[in-house]
T-cell receptor
C-alpha cells in the first residue's frame, strides 16, 4: 500500500498570506487528489491533481485560490492563497495506486489555522 | 453530480452490541462503495469496500451490504469493541479507479464499555 507524507503537519498562518502544502507518495500512483476536512465535518474534494497538466477543480474551488501542481507521479503541492479564517481546516492529500484498484490512501493531513 | 447521504450522524452502542450505518447515493452509475474509519486526529483508513457486482461482503466483524435497486448500502459491525469508536465515512464513485470519491457526512460511533 502507498505511504503518503504531507508537510507541514500543522501551521498557524496570518490572514492574507499563502501557504503551500507538499505531498510525497512512496510509489508511483496514477491519481492524486486534495480534500478539505473542516472540524467535525466530512471530506470535500477540492481537486484532482493531474500529472503534467492543470488540476481539475470541483464546484466551489478555483485555481486562483487553490493552485495545485503535480510535476511527477509521486509528488503534488496545494497552495492555499490569500488565506482568511474560513480557510482554517485540515487539508488531506490522497492517492490511488493503479488503474484496477479502488483503494484511496490518505496522508495524515495538514491542519491550518488562519488568524 | 453524486450525492451521498449517511445516517445516523452519531451512534452510541454498548460493547458487544451491533452497529449499523446506512448510506444512500444518487447516481445509479456509481459502482464502487468503500467505507473509511477515521480515529481522532488520524487519517481516514479503508476498512472494507464493495463493488456493484456484489451484494454483500464480510471481513471478520465487519460486513457491507449493497442494494443497487434502492441505491443504498450499509455497514454492519458486530460484537463491537471500544476500539471501534471512531468516525466512519461511506463513499461512492463510478467508472475506473481514476474517478473521484464522494463521501457521506460521517457517523461518529461511540462504543461504551
Amino acid at each position: 500500500s502507498a505511504v503518503i507524507s504531507q508537510k507541514p503537519s500543522r501551521d498557524i498562518c496570518q490572514r492574507g498570506t499563502s501557504l503551500t502544502i507538499q505531498c510525497q507518495v512512496d510509489s508511483q500512483v496514477t491519481m492524486m487528489f486534495w480534500y478539505r476536512q473542516q472540524p467535525g465535518q466530512s471530506l470535500t474534494l477540492i481537486a484532482t491533481a493531474n500529472q503534467g497538466s492543470e488540476a481539475t477543480y470541483e464546484s466551489g474551488f478555483v485555481i486562483d485560490k487553490f493552485p495545485i501542481s503535480r510535476p511527477n507521479l509521486t509528488f503534488s503541492t496545494l497552495t492555499v492563497s490569500n488565506m482568511s479564517p474560513e480557510d482554517s481546516s485540515i487539508y488531506l492529500c490522497s492517492a490511488r495506486e493503479g488503474a484496477t484498484t479502488g483503494e484511496l490512501f490518505f496522508g495524515e493531513g495538514s491542519r491550518l489555522t488562519v488568524l | 453530480g453524486e450525492n451521498v447521504e449517511q445516517h445516523p450522524s452519531t451512534l452510541s452502542v454498548q460493547e458487544g452490541d451491533s452497529a449499523v450505518i446506512k448510506c444512500t447515493y444518487s447516481d445509479s452509475a456509481s459502482n464502487y462503495f468503500p467505507w473509511y474509519k477515521q480515529e481522532l486526529g488520524k487519517r481516514p483508513q479503508l476498512i472494507i469496500d464493495i463493488r456493484s457486482n456484489v451484494g454483500e461482503k464480510k471481513d471478520q466483524r465487519i460486513a457491507v451490504t449493497l442494494n443497487k435497486t434502492a441505491k443504498h448500502f450499509s455497514l454492519h459491525i458486530t460484537e463491537t469493541q471500544p476500539e471501534d469508536s471512531a468516525v466512519y465515512f461511506c463513499a461512492a464513485s463510478k467508472g475506473a479507479a481514476g474517478n473521484k470519491l464522494t463521501f457521506g457526512g460521517g457517523t461518529r460511533v461511540l462504543v461504551k464499555p
